[in-house]
């Protein structure tokens, strides 16, 4: 049971770069997110999404698109890569609301803009 | 409007010692609260949640927390440390209960010393 899968582990990206961030689960759950984690920071929401072809914006969606056309995978866009987006990415499965159940997280991606 | 905040940054105990962490939050509804730890270079992990029943929220690894409404607190506690509890500890609100997002206090890092 591999839970919430993400690639890469660790990039470094060049200002004005793009990239993609990928995410998986194999619990059939509905519900992901994706977070950034800034250092000494809580997590910060950038997207998530309900269901297939559902996705919503959180609390730092700029810079940032996502798209959820299968149950499994929710990949992140980097479009133009700035300073500002070195984090740390954390990706997130929940079967339905959070009261119910907790988040399950992936290990995460490490991301260096320079 | 919700906040959390995580009094202390950083927290060291003995093997063996009491573990105290310290969490109070503000919301306008009757929350749920959580603790997730991260350890180094890994997801978060659900460690224990209140959504309104018990008082006193029993989880993993011989951690508890106890919600007080009257001090808007809900504090992480552990008879004794042990080595592997040396992690980072995430005070977590969901407000409105069942929302599909969590703010997250900043953090509390605790270390055990042998």
């Known amino acids: 049971n591999a839970g919430v899968t993400q690639t890469p582990k660790f990039r470094i990206l060049k200002i004005g770069q793009s990239m993609t961030l990928q995410c998986t689960q194999d619990m059939n759950h509905n519900y992901m997110y994706w977070y950034r984690q800034d250092p000494g920071m809580g997590l910060k929401l950038i997207y998530y999404s309900v269901g297939a072809g559902i996705t919503d914006k959180g609390e730092v969606p700029n810079g940032y698109n996502v798209s959820r056309s299968t149950t499994e995978d929710f990949p992140l866009r980097l479009e133009l890569a700035a300073p500002s987006q070195t984090s740390v990415y954390f990706c997130?499965?929940?079967?339905?609301?959070?009261?119910?159940?907790?988040?399950?997280f992936g290990s995460g991606t490490r991301l260096t803009v320079v | 409007a919700q906040s959390v905040t995580q009094l202390d940054s950083h927290v060291s105990v003995s093997e063996g010692t009491p573990v105290l962490l310290r969490c109070n939050y503000s919301s306008s509804y009757s929350p749920s609260l959580f603790w997730y730890v991260q350890h180094p270079n890994k997801g978060l992990q659900l460690l224990l949640k209140y959504t309104s029943a018990a008082t006193l929220v029993k989880g993993i690894n011989g951690f508890e927390a106890e919600f007080k409404k009257s001090e808007t607190s809900f504090h992480l506690t552990k008879p004794s440390a042990h080595m592997s509890d040396a992690a980072e500890y995430f005070c977590v609100v969901s407000d409105p209960p069942g929302a599909n997002n969590l703010f997250f206090g900043t953090g509390t890092r605790l270390t055990v010393i042998p």
């Open positions: 997130a499965s929940s079967y339905s609301t959070q009261q119910a159940h907790g988040y399950t």
